[in-house]
């Protein structure tokens, strides 16, 4: 038995169902085993980075299911094992479980400066949860499970293993033997609290009862735990309104009476202005990231702190907390939900006050959903994503890139279905959308898939329409042309005195470009065009691409600025004045 045929064989009782990447000199020995063995649908992507994407979104997508499963990622070294670099990293800032593996020069040649040798050790161990070089054949199966174990205990996240081509051709000793079915990691830095104390849930539970102006935060730890509907149950409990940070979307239905919507930079009014008077916030599965909590010594000055989180670090880290719950977000909500000294409050004024909040944006935002054209007459974003959700139901799954249209589509498509948002948030990477969709498709292939992307994003990676292609993968490719960098664009008109440097584009003609992948393509540039140019994607069977052609002066509201508070958000488009911040879409 070879270093290659443990890894596959590892890989298989670990139920890996598709590998995504992309050969090379140094991990040819894998890629030949693999196919000899048949045992794996490969994917093959046009680069190594969208292959990190689409592991992601297989991850994110199967938790839902009854097989969640792992993303696997494979290529070869230097260039091939630097390219996944960003996709890691952003994994690694969303809590996603992947595994990547690379292949990497032998070891004699090792630290050399061998042809195509790259340190992926040190590369990538600030932005992984464990990296592992086994350097010998009978290292490897047991380092495959442990990395499964590593990437998918307490936090997730991704795990690479990087294999000399010597190791991958070794073999190992007679002797040998493994048991995988015993074999239990003995881990103790990884090492976390699944059940929450009892005695600090009584503290908590007090501190629930005798609120008056609570909120309740969803975050991606809830999405990750499966437990939106517990969420949902506790919160009708208690009678909480809930906010949704970006990675907490479609953890409930959007429209549940007590979901504020998103919070933070480009939240609600009512999910923001809530916070702010809020006496008791509780965070379930989140880690108040400055894009949420906007000037920290601003922040719910007022309010007591329940932090149910299972990643030690990230409690105190931001945010002072009042009760600090170690634990599983969906053990702890389990426990809740069944604890008989909860109480029931009306709360009758906080909820009217909220719903003041939800007025001060109300008509103008339907004004511009119904009118569905800028002053320009190009279209809106914000229109068409209600369209699209109007024509879906809402239960759809939906990965968006990353910049404007990712914050229209998170604020106006209304979530239905749980787990249905898959979005890069704490990297924010453009480019993400494409690979990361067919990803999802593959983990979830009897639901409808919508990659909407903005013009910059989508050339990132643009070549990807080539898996899809190959793999005939159904997906619904959105793309909202404005002709500019459009989130960057909306700081510079706020911010930088209307100066558009380096955020006007030029775009290649789409349609040819669709042509060439042999994808059905349709340009909209008309409000009458919108309603059905989306309902034929919806019933054509395959891949199709919408190009719609947008109005570059729209902007996302409410804002808060980078650096301010809550107090400082933004809610009608002022007057620009000069900044040095730096806004940065990517």
Known sequence: MTGKKLLLRALKEKGVKYIFGYTGGAIMPIFDEMDKLGDFHFIMSRHEQG???MSQGISRASLSTDKPQVGVCMT???????????????AYMDSVPMLAVTGQVATGV????????SDVVGVMMPICKQTYMPLAADEVEMTVHEAFYVATTGRGGPVVIDIPKD??????????????????????????????????LQRAIKLINRSERPVMFC??????????????EFAEKVNIPIASTLHGLSAIPADHPLHLGMMGMHGTVEANRAIMEADLLISFGMRFDDRVTGKLNEYAQNADV???EIDPSEIDKNVATTVAINADVYRTLHVLVGDPMLTYKPRRRWFEKIESYRQVMAEDLRQEIETGVGDGGKLLMKSIVHQLSKLTGGKDLIVPD???HQMMSARFYNFQTENSWFASGGAGTMGASLPMAIGVKLARPTERVWSISGDGGIQMNIQELGTIMEQQLDVKIILFNNGYLGMVRQWQSLFFDGRFAGTPMRSPDYGLIAQAYGIPYRKVDQL???????????????????????????MILPMVPAGGGFGDMLTRRPQPIANDSDGGEQ
């Open 76 to 90: 070869t070294s230097g260039p091939g094992a630097m390219n996944l670099a960003t996709g890691i990293a952003d």
């Open 110 to 117: 090792i630290a050399t400066d061998a042809f195509q040798e």
């Open 219 to 232: 975050g991606h730890g809830v999405i990750n735990s499966n437990a939106g509907k517990l969420l949902q």
């Open 528 to 554: 009458a065009d919108v309603a059905p140019a989306l309902q034929a994607a919806i019933d054509h069977q395959g891949a199709i691409i919408l190009e719609f052609v947008c109005d570059p002066s729209e």
């Open 306 to 308: 329940i932090h149910v």
């Open 402 to 404: 990353v910049g404007q």
């Open 167 to 200: 190791v991958q051709n070794q073999l190992v000793a007679d002797e040998y033997q493994f048991d995988a079915k015993n074999y239990r990691p003995n881990l103790p830095g990884f090492f976390y609290h699944p059940t929450p104390e009892r005695e600090t």
């Open 51 to 53: 292959a990190a994407f």
